[in-house]
């Protein structure tokens, strides 16, 4: 199968209101080059060095909105900041508060998403449900950042129901936040190649799938 064709089955199997991220970590340019022509336009990446030499090699490329996925350590943290649209994986208060510092010293206002972690994983960052509601008025004081949803990983080896017990949960945690907080939290990003449409059953509004597009990563 084509990265065409695997888009076509993949765009057939989703609401248009769904955003899909094309998670093109390991991948070639060429490779991105072919989705683009396709039609996508979100792209995520997860290691800033490895992203900023495929971002200066399509500098053309204007309207591509570009996502970071992994985690971001501090001393990477003001590249992750100039070079992304979106920051999926800020899975901290210290690292939301550097990332309000930094963005408050150069005037860009990430959209960032919260990545919480409801299960436990010990290969996994993110917030406990316990931390989060403990760090939240927090969170709501960081006036840079622009808090825009929850994202989350599941851990390998779940049933289908467990899946979609815990998407159901992060979409539960993202309602009830918005309803007690002034935050709105109204994107989750959650399903990946492997369970992508038992996200979709559970409200994700951006889904972010790799091999599934592109075939296994070396
Ligand atoms: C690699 C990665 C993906 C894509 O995973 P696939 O299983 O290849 O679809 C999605 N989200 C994050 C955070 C990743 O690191």
């Keep these: 199968m084509t990265i065409t064709e695997n888009l076509d089955k993949i765009l057939g199997q989703i609401p248009s209101s769904v ?29 800033i060095q490895e992203a900023l030499l495929k971002q200066e090699q ?38 939301a508060e550097y990332l309000d510092k930094l963005a408050s010293k150069t005037s860009i206002s990430p959209h960032i998403c919260l990545q919480v972690k409801l299960l436990t ?60 907080s002034s935050l709105q939290l109204e994107e989750l990003s959650m399903g990946m190649s492997n369970d992508y449409l038992l996200a979709v059953e559970k409200g994700a509004t951006m889904i972010r799938l790799g091999t599934i597009i592109f075939g296994e990563r070396n």
């Design 58 to 95: 399509l500098q053309e490329y204007q309207d591509i909105c570009w996502h970071f996925i992994g985690h971001v350590q501090t001393n990477k943290a003001k590249k992750v900041l100039e070079n992304f649209h979106w920051i999926h994986s800020v899975d901290s208060l210290k690292l």
């Design 19 to 47: 955003r899909l991220i094309a998670v093109t970590k390991k991948k070639s340019v060429a490779a991105i080059k072919e989705a683009y022509d396709y039609g996508i336009r979100d792209f995520a990446e997860s290691r």
């Design 121 to 180: 994983d010990p290969n996994k960052y993110g917030w406990d449900m316990i931390e989060l509601w403990q760090d939240l008025s927090h969170l709501e004081s960081l006036k840079h950042l622009k808090i825009k949803g929850l994202m989350t990983i599941l851990p390998l080896g779940l049933s289908e129901d467990e899946c979609l017990e815990t998407f159901d949960k992060v979409k539960k945690l993202a309602k009830k936040i918005t309803e007690k």
